[in-house]
């Protein structure tokens, strides 16, 4: 019981090894798997990220139509 209340409290697993990662670590120490994403951390891709990805896409895009209505 012990050790699953101490891993409960301060580590979390790597998904990649199983090796105990502090939720304070961004990366496992052991095989540089990312933790990003996992245990309530902030992902790699949230929402705002998305929207600025998308809204990217579209500005090149568009200018890529301009570009080509200016040069026909
Ligand atoms: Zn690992």
């Given amino acids: 019981m012990t050790e699953g209340f101490a891993a409960s409290v301060t580590t979390d697993i790597?998904?990649?090894c199983g090796?105990?990662?502090a939720l304070t670590d961004i990366r496992c120490l052991v095989c540089g798997m990312t933790m990003a994403g996992q245990s309530g951390r902030s992902g790699p891709f949230s929402r705002r990220?998305?929207?600025f990805t998308l809204i990217g896409f579209a500005g090149v895009y568009l200018g890529t139509l301009a570009i080509v209505a200016i040069t026909r």
């Fill in 49 to 51: 990220t998305w929207w």
């Fill in 14 to 16: 790597c998904p990649q």
């Fill in 19 to 21: 090796s105990p990662v």
